[in-house]
Antibody
Framework: QVHLQQSGPGLVKPSQTLSLTCAISGDSVSSNSATWNWIRQSPSRGLEWLGRTYYRSKWYNDYAASVKSRIIINPGTSRNQFSLQLNSVTPEDTAVYYC??????????????????WGQGTLVTVSS | QSVLTQPPSASGTPGQRVTISCSGTSSNIGGNSVNWYQQFPGTAPKLLIYGNNQRPSGVPDRFSGSKSGTSASLAISGLQSEDEADYYCSTWDDSLNVWMFGGGTKLTVL
C-alpha cells in the first residue's frame, strides 16, 4: 500500500517561497513506472496540475506553463520523497496543495495513466 | 475556466441513475483516455474510473464511464446517499502538455 505524507508550513508571506515535502512509503521516488506530481485546488482555479518529477535512467521534470518561471520540483532519493518550491508567491497562490503519484499501468497492449495515490493535502495561505 | 467542461451540479433520488458529462477537445479527450475522481469535503480526490471505463479495485460496479469523440460521461446507477460528493474528469492535454481537470460537478442526492 502506497502512502504519501505531506509536510510544510500553512502560511507564507507574499513574495516569499512556498515549500512543501511529500514523503513516500510503499513505493520509490526512483520508480520507472510512476511520476510524482504536485496539484493544487482553489475555489477560483479548481484543480490545477503544477508539475512532476520522474526517473527514467535519469531525472526529468515537467512544469505547467502557468507556474513554470517560479516552480521547482525536486526528488529526494536519500529520504524517498519529493518537494515543491514555488517562488514569489501572491495571494492567488492560496490553495490546498496535494502531492500525487501518477501510475503507468500497461496491460493487454494498452497503457493507462492515472493519479492513484494522493497526499492528505496542505492548505497554504499567502498573506502578510 | 477549465478546458474540460462539466455541469456544476447534478442531482437524483436514491435508486436513480444519474450521468455527469465532460466535454473537451481533440487535444485532450479526443486523443487520450479519461479518468474520473470522487472528492468529499476536506479530503483528497479518489480515483473512481480510469482509462475511460475501468474501475479500480474496490469501486462498486454502480459506477461506470464512457467516452465518445471529445466527450466523456460518468454514470452512477442505484444512487445512494453516500454518493453525494464532487466529481471531476481528467485527462492529458497534448497541446498544453498538462494534466487537465474539469471544473467539477457537485452531486446531490435528494
Amino acid at each position: 500500500q502506497v502512502h504519501l505524507q505531506q509536510s510544510g508550513p500553512g502560511l507564507v508571506k507574499p513574495s516569499q517561497t512556498l515549500s512543501l515535502t511529500c514523503a513516500i512509503s510503499g513505493d520509490s521516488v526512483s520508480s520507472n513506472s510512476a511520476t510524482w506530481n504536485w496539484i493544487r485546488q482553489s475555489p477560483s482555479r479548481g484543480l490545477e496540475w503544477l508539475g512532476r518529477t520522474y526517473y527514467r535512467s535519469k531525472w526529468y521534470n515537467d512544469y505547467a506553463a502557468s507556474v513554470k518561471s517560479r516552480i521547482i520540483i525536486n526528488p529526494g532519493t536519500s529520504r524517498n520523497q519529493f518537494s515543491l518550491q514555488l517562488n514569489s508567491v501572491t495571494p492567488e497562490d492560496t490553495a490546498v496543495y496535494y502531492c500525487a503519484r501518477k501510475r503507468v499501468d500497461c496491460t493487454g497492449g494498452r497503457c493507462y495513466y492515472y493519479f492513484d495515490y494522493w497526499g492528505q493535502g496542505t492548505l497554504v495561505t499567502v498573506s502578510s | 475556466q477549465s478546458v474540460l467542461t462539466q455541469p456544476p451540479s447534478a442531482s437524483g433520488t436514491p435508486g436513480q441513475r444519474v450521468t455527469i458529462s465532460c466535454s473537451g477537445t481533440s487535444s485532450n479527450i479526443g486523443g487520450n483516455s479519461v479518468n474520473w475522481y470522487q472528492q468529499f469535503p476536506g479530503t483528497a480526490p479518489k480515483l473512481l474510473i480510469y482509462g475511460n471505463n475501468q474501475r479500480p479495485s474496490g469501486v462498486p460496479d454502480r459506477f461506470s464511464g464512457s467516452k465518445s469523440g471529445t466527450s466523456a460521461s460518468l454514470a452512477i446507477s442505484g444512487l445512494q446517499s453516500e454518493d453525494e460528493a464532487d466529481y471531476y474528469c481528467s485527462t492529458w492535454d497534448d497541446s498544453l502538455n498538462v494534466w487537465m481537470f474539469g471544473g467539477g460537478t457537485k452531486l446531490t442526492v435528494l
